[in-house]
């Protein structure tokens, strides 16, 4: 049913001047706290793959960077995630979701531990996209752009949950 989903150690760049790793696991891991920059846990079925989870995770980083962003770092990586504007629409989705979280780190060096695979959710796109089936047609390249949008302040409509 779902793939495991192996993501270690995937280089970012919220900025020109930064590099930044992500990493996807389905246990909590342990870092130092000067090497982690974001931490944060997202129901499976809201991954729809590595990229999609490390293009989240970037644009939260570099919103938060920026000032362009709310003061929860888990949420904004939610947020982003899901490529939603309201907080309360993606509230409203990890409630509703019956699934394994999967721990999200953007971190500063390399992590050389064993990480567990996270299980990407088969129905991500349907249920991140909605009504958007000019996206959905593109499949991931469709939510990575959704995505990468939301860092210029845009936000694609969805249906009400």
Not at 6 to 31: D, E, H, W
Not at 46 to 55: N, T
Not at 86 to 107: P, R
Not at 109 to 123: L, Q
């Amino acid at each position: 049913m779902n793939q495991a989903l192996q993501c270690v150690n995937v280089p970012i760049f919220p900025n020109i001047k930064t590099r930044f790793f992500f990493t996807l696991s389905s246990k909590r891991l342990s870092f130092s706290p000067n090497d982690i920059v974001l931490e944060a846990e997202a129901p499976s079925s809201l991954i729809a793959s590595c990229s999609h989870a490390a293009k989240a995770a970037e644009e939260a980083v570099r919103a938060i960077a920026t000032g362009d962003s709310l003061r929860n770092m888990k949420l904004e990586f939610l947020r982003r995630l899901t490529a939603r504007r309201q907080i309360k629409e993606v509230e409203s989705m990890i409630e509703k979701s019956k699934d394994d979280f999967c721990y999200a780190y953007v971190h500063s060096v390399r992590i050389e531990t064993e990480v567990n695979p996270c299980h990407y959710g088969e129905h991500a796109l349907e249920l991140i996209l909605g009504d958007a089936p000019e996206l959905k047609a593109l499949g991931v390249d469709g939510l990575l752009s959704a995505v990468a949008l939301t860092a210029i302040g845009r936000w694609i409509e969805h249906r009400r949950f």
